[in-house]
């Protein structure tokens, strides 16, 4: 791995619960997320160590030229995906894992990352059409979701060369009922899998003004000797709602976050995250400037903290004190009691459950979530598909959400598939100029995506060329035009509209 600009740090050392005996730090240092449209910017940037890509944005045999100069020049390249879902109730689809393999070895990766999130739902788990959010959606902290998780984090990492780091996301809604905190659902997954973790200190400052959630609190509970690297990015409050937008400067509540997790352990790696309204090239350095600071800041005299003990709740009202000697693990499969460790919930899948109520199990707690794996999954899946619903097909709120967050982050769905489609798809807006959201919008409330971007953006066009829009007949014949090339067919006629109409009907009933 030296050869790609790293080097390896210092173990991290066992890790409780994980059965691994260590784990390998990569020191990367300051980076940047390596976009097209600053591609000669991130070139040309100072003391740039690493680049963060997204891993869906490149192809293994057309690496754009750029990357191919960074790393010839020794800088480390790390993809990082966003559409596996290893949140999600559904596990994780064998071809993006390989596909996500594949763009590792080819860019040399030291390490690949994703997203603890949903993206998808629906489908064969719960007999309803899958749909997809086309945005990275937040799990319930519940003892049903952390065992899905974690299942799906052992197939991903059986299946990638490389060490996997997971990423706290952003959310603007709260699911009701939860069991544990983000610190502790993070916890509780570093030790049952060994995954290392991404921590995006703008994702906790959004959390925090959107759900009322305290990142220090968060951090001390954070295995922090499990982070791989940090993230650190802008956005903005809109309506007492924060946006991880990554197109505005960062803020200083953003920072200050930094400086405290610095304060705690010098984070192997840190990276400047920018997706849209890209600055001048000087912008940006001042703000790797500023990182550069507040991290010399936290860590002058600071050194490694130990893993310090953590009280992780059980549902029976128990509390379980986890530290760095072996640990009682609610929710690993170990006995409250002390008692001997069963197997993984993944190797019990056709074992004969124990009945609730089996001594040295406590109710309601993880263990008896972790006896029925299958019925854990299904669980998740019906309470995914029906937010996910909610939000993009405009079926009622499921209960104990609160429907105005929902209307918000509804809204916000169909504002990014717009800006995606207008991004792969810009002779769109081009041809529509400025009724191009207003008809994306009308379109988009009564019509989920489940097929991808690029079927979506085809969806969008045949529905207004159906229904005789736009107005404008030069206007319409350049929209013809440009989905005829792309699908070598002609415009379905008005009955055939008629039926698919009815189909969807019914299958919406």
């Not at 109520?357 to 707690?365: D, I, Q, R």
């Not at 035009?481 to 019914?506: C, F, K, N, V």
Request: aromatic content about 4%.
């Amino acid at each position: 791995m030296q050869e790609h600009g790293t080097e390896i740090g210092t173990a991290f050392g066992t890790t409780p619960g994980t059965g691994l005996d260590s784990a390998l730090r990569t020191a990367l240092g300051i980076g940047i997320g390596w976009r097209p449209e600053i591609a000669d910017a991130v070139e040309a940037l100072p003391g740039i160590d690493w680049v963060e890509v997204v891993a869906e944005n490149v192809c293994v045999g057309h690496l754009p030229d750029s990357l191919r100069r960074l790393r010839a020049r020794g800088v480390t390249v790390v993809p990082h995906g966003v559409s596996l879902g290893l949140g999600g109730a559904d596990r994780p689809d064998a071809g993006r894992l390989a596909e996500l393999a594949a763009k590792a070895e080819a860019l040399g990766a030291p390490l690949v990352t994703e997203h603890i999130a949903f993206v998808r739902a629906g489908g064969a788990l719960t007999a309803t059409p899958p749909l997809e959010a086309g945005h990275l959606l937040p799990v319930p902290r519940t003892w049903d979701a952390l065992d899905v998780l974690c299942e799906n984090v052992r197939i991903a990492q059986d299946a990638l060369p490389v060490p996997l780091a997971l990423e706290n996301i952003a959310a603007l809604i709260s699911w009701p009922g939860e069991e544990l905190t983000e610190g502790q659902f993070l916890a509780e997954l570093v030790e049952r899998t060994g995954v290392r973790l991404l921590i995006d200190v703008a994702n906790l400052h959004t959390n925090h003004v959107n759900r009322g959630e305290c990142p220090s609190k968060a951090l001390a509970e954070l295995p922090v000797e499990a982070i791989a690297y940090v993230h650190v990015a802008g956005g903005l409050e809109r309506d007492g709602v924060w946006h991880d937008t990554h197109a505005h400067p960062v803020p200083e509540p953003v920072l200050d976050i930094l400086s405290d997790l610095a304060s705690r352990i010098s984070p192997p790696g840190v990276l400047l995250e920018r997706d849209d309204h890209f600055p001048p090239t000087e912008e940006l350095s001042s703000e790797l400037a500023t990182i550069r600071e507040r991290l010399t800041g936290a860590v002058a005299g600071t050194e490694a903290v130990p893993a310090r003990p953590r009280t992780v709740p059980a549902a029976g009202g128990v509390a379980v004190a986890v530290g760095a000697e072996r640990p009682l693990l609610i929710g690993a499969g170990a006995r409250v009691s002390g008692g001997p460790m069963p197997q993984p919930a993944d190797a019990r899948d056709d074992a004969v459950a124990e009945p609730l109520g089996t001594p040295g199990v406590v109710p309601g707690s993880a263990d008896t979530a972790a006896l029925h794996p299958e019925r854990a999954r299904g669980r998740v899946a019906v309470a995914q598909a029906a937010l996910l619903s909610a939000l993009v097909a405009g079926t009622p709120a499921p209960e104990g959400f609160d429907s105005r967050r929902l209307g918000v982050q509804s809204r916000a769905l169909v504002g990014k598939r717009a800006d995606v489609i207008a991004k792969i798809a810009p002779e769109l807006p081009e041809i529509l100029g400025d009724g191009y959201r207003r008809a994306f919008f009308a379109y988009a409330r009564t019509r989920p995506m489940s097929g991808g971007y690029r079927r979506d953006a085809l969806a969008f066009v045949e529905n207004l060329l159906v229904a005789g829009r736009p107005e404008d007949p030069d206007a319409r014949r350049r929209l013809t035009r440009w989905w005829q090339d792309r699908t070598d067919t002609r415009p379905p006629g008005r009955a055939t509209r008629l039926i698919r109409a009815a189909r969807a009907t019914l299958v919406r009933k």
